[in-house]
């Protein structure tokens, strides 16, 4: 059966502005795959331990040494909207 | 007769130092190639001839010194999610169409500094994603091999490049197959090395997890030039690993007698095309005619792979991409509000792959499915690697078909992402485990396509899938080239 999902709560949680057609497409896209994807409840018993990384590294450490960090140029280069060396964006809470 | 930019690196290595060509006349060679079949190729987004001609004089420079590394003067492509200082980098994608990076990423540094000389950004499939290139948002890369195909995905670019000679050797990135199944489909070697190996610093990340840096070249050799040229650990990514080989060329001519070969029988079943199968099969006659026994291997959760990957792999996106916001670089699309400018810049800057794999991520990441998907997906990722592990006990190298098919037309799959995905079901274990493969070209199909042979190590087994790889290499001989270059010199 393919999965029924909520597309308006996901596509809010992901910060997705999705067109009508959009969602009616990936509604039923989605649903097929995670039918497939869902597979994987089949092959794995509760003993078997999850893995993050093939290569697992733990407390991987670099010298602790200085060195020059990017301009303040260069880091504001490709910002879409700027003011007085700052990225500047829309309101981010309602005032008043 | 062959023009310099159909060479070896090696070869044009040897010449370089013998004073028989300069970088600047190989150079020359490609950026006409270049200008020759990429309209009809499409392979670059962004070509750097200017910078290409003064890094060729400078090589020139350091080669007539005597000081100067094997890889000194070979011009390169660079798939276009590798970050370059100062040369656009999109991904493939409309909300970094504008994007500059600030930083080289570390592969592209190391090769710099040994004087490589840069042609140029491929296209790719945006972000990474896909397996046919068409997912571009700069439009669809042309297989020289037949112009109305796709080259694979998702480093189509690189590989069409290095195939229709267009560059040497290019860098690609493989996160489920996107270096090996374009290298198969496109008719040239395809190296994706152990997870970490190459540093992963400056590759703009899709999945954490799985990425890996590769390489296109047209011999095993090279691919031993190239990653010895580009790997070890690097203070800049934390799962960097150190390398366990100086040359990795080294040992490459000692052939696989005795060698314990496995054919993954889970990789034969449907699915894979008659043509695929018969040169997969002949080429396991010859390597047993060299002395290698053939037996045999499994892995049993190989099925599973891709339902894992389809899980882990749009987790790590939803979550990396997320840094796409409008705020700092790339897109953005005005709103009343920060959040309205958010959803409004994705909504307008993402394809639609990109967007599906963002809501399947998000949702198998969301509260009360988390365990159900990506948890499970973790765990099969624990199997697989078990898998791997068992077999190589009894086997030095896995073999396989690299894709199930050759490439297919343009607009075949593109309404089917499940009937895409699979073009990558023999590709994504060796993601899942870390492990290190390379496709050769094996043959061509009855249409004159050319197949790809996966040859699998354990981790860290880089020396042992170049030394079974070349031996093959050498066995089959496969010097076909592309239509499309046969063409331009009729």
Redesign the interface.
Known sequence: MPVEIDIDHVAKLARLDLTAEEKERLRAQLGLILEYAAKVGEAAAADVPPSAYAIPRANVLRPDEPVPSLSREEVLANAPELEADRFKVPPIAEVG | MAELCDLTAADLASKLRAGETSSTEVTESCLARVEAVDERVRAFLARTPELARERAAAADARIAAGDAPSTAGIPIALKDVLSTKDITTTCGSKILE???P??DCTPWARLAAAGSVLLGKTNCDEFAMGSSNENSAFGPVHNPWGLDTVPGGSSGGSAAAVAAGEAVWALGTDTGGSVRQPASLCGVVGLKP???LISRYGLIAFAS?LDTVGTFTRSVRDAAILLSAIAGSD?MD??S?DRTVDDYAEGMDEGVSGLRVGVVKEAFGEGVQPGVRSSIQSALDRLSDMGASIEEASLP?A??A???Y??IAPSEA?SNL?RY????????V???????????T???G?G?EV??R???G???L?AGYYE??Y?????????I?RDYEKAFESFDVLVSPTSPTTAFRIGERADD??AMYLSDVFTIPAN????PAVSIPSGLDEAGLPVGLQVTAP?LGEALVLRVAHALERELAFDAVPPLVAGLAA
């Open positions: 504008s994007y500059v600030p930083f152990t997870y970490g997890s203070p934390a799962t690993l959760h099925d599973y891709l339902s894992a389809y899980l939803s997320a916001d409008g705020v700092r670089y790339g897109l953005r005005p709103g009343r509000d920060s959040i309205e400018m958010m959803a409004r994705r909504g307008a993402f639609p967007k599906r963002i809501m399947l998000t949702y198998a969301s159900a998907y948890g499970q997906a973790q765990k099969v990722r624990t199997l690697i992402p499940l899942l485990a870390g492990v981790v």
